[in-house]
């Protein structure tokens, strides 16, 4: 009699899940490349270049992840929308209300983030990249697009030193503590409070209307990859955005397998 094969070890159980990850990913990548196919042909040249340019291939996925997840949940959403003759990433038409997202996509090998840290390298969700858009592109875009609420996509999925906190550090300021002392000398307690660092605090950073923070990670309850994250809006914002439409904002994009097939 041939012995059953043990699948309840740990061992075998993270190989399995390895392997369900590394499918559910070429899944993943295939129904974003589906969805794109659908989209206007005239606008796939830069990403064309993109998936030949072996520097570019990542991010370009990326960018495509973000813009997938708006186009499944959101009919109007339109890949490289012109405003002032200036390509935005991707438009978004929610229930009426249209937004503007621009996708950056980090890259950091696993093996070079603790080099950065011990290199004491200043946190990247500050750097030239972002810098540049709002120096460069993002001053034109805005006011030609007449109110309209423009977003920042911060995907991290393969920026490994960059988390949740660096994010909320960029838009509302660097977290502080600063130590309460008594009267021998003593530390009994600390004060928290942010720097005068955030993103408003810099030229064009009141253009940004919010912060979107992205990450593709597998979901073990269904074997499925999911886009996760949070938005954070400026509140210092030259046009605001309410939390009603930043839940929607969530609803469509977050915690949801991209669908097999969509018909338009």
């Given at each position: 009699?041939i012995?059953?094969?043990?699948?309840?070890?740990?061992?075998?159980?993270?190989?399995?899940?390895?392997?369900?990850?590394?499918?559910?990913?070429?899944?993943?990548?295939?129904?974003?490349?589906?969805?794109?196919?659908?989209?206007?042909?005239?606008?796939?040249?830069?990403?064309?270049?993109?998936?030949?340019?072996?520097?570019?291939?990542?991010?370009?996925?990326?960018?495509?992840?973000?813009?997938?997840?708006?186009?499944?949940?959101?009919?109007?959403?339109?890949?490289?929308?012109?405003v002032?003759?200036?390509?935005?990433?991707?438009?978004?038409?929610?229930e009426?209300?249209k937004?503007?997202v621009?996708?950056?996509?980090?890259?950091?090998?696993?093996?070079?983030?603790?080099?950065?840290?011990?290199?004491?390298?200043?946190?990247?969700?500050?750097?030239?990249?972002?810098?540049d858009?709002?120096?460069?592109?993002?001053?034109?875009?805005?006011?030609?697009?007449?109110?309209?609420?423009?977003?920042?996509?911060?995907?991290t999925?393969?920026?490994?030193?960059?988390?949740?906190?660096?994010?909320?550090?960029?838009?509302?300021?660097?977290?502080?503590?600063?130590p309460?002392?008594?009267?021998?000398?003593?530390?009994?307690?600390?004060?928290?409070?942010?720097?005068?660092d955030?993103i408003?605090?810099v030229?064009?950073?009141?253009?940004?209307?919010?912060?979107?923070?992205?990450?593709?990670?597998?979901?073990?309850?269904?074997?499925?990859?999911?886009?996760?994250?949070?938005?954070?809006?400026?509140?210092?914002?030259?046009?605001?955005?309410?939390?009603?439409?930043?839940?929607?904002?969530k609803?469509?994009i977050?915690n949801?397998?991209?669908?097999?097939n969509?018909?338009?």
């Open positions: 009699m012995a059953k094969k043990d699948t309840s070890h740990p061992l075998i159980l993270l190989l399995d899940t390895k392997k369900s990850e590394g499918v559910a990913m070429l899944v993943y990548i295939d129904r974003t490349v589906e969805i794109l196919r659908k989209d206007d042909p005239s606008k796939l040249g830069r990403i064309r270049r993109g998936f030949k340019n072996p520097s570019e291939f990542f991010p370009t996925v990326g960018e495509l992840i973000v813009y997938a997840h708006f186009k499944s949940s959101y009919f109007g959403t339109e890949m490289q929308y012109n002032a003759e200036r390509p935005v990433d991707c438009k978004v038409d929610i009426g209300t937004i503007l621009e996708i950056i996509s980090f890259e950091l090998p696993a093996e070079l983030k603790y080099g950065m840290i011990m290199a004491d390298v200043p946190n990247r969700s500050r750097v030239r990249v972002i810098q858009k709002l120096k460069k592109q993002i001053p034109a875009v805005v006011a030609a697009a007449n109110n309209v609420p423009i977003f920042l996509a911060l995907n999925t393969r920026g490994m030193d960059i988390d949740d906190l660096d994010i909320k550090n960029l838009v509302y300021g660097t977290l502080q503590f600063t309460r002392w008594d009267n021998s000398g003593k530390i009994v307690g600390f004060d928290i409070s942010r720097a005068p955030s408003d605090q030229a064009n950073g009141k253009l940004v209307s919010g912060i979107i923070h992205c990450q593709v990670d597998f979901d073990v309850t269904d074997r499925q990859m999911k886009l996760q994250g949070d938005i954070y809006k400026n509140f210092a914002a030259n046009t605001p955005v309410n939390d009603a439409l930043v839940e929607k904002m609803k469509g977050f949801k397998p991209l669908p097999d969509i018909s338009y």
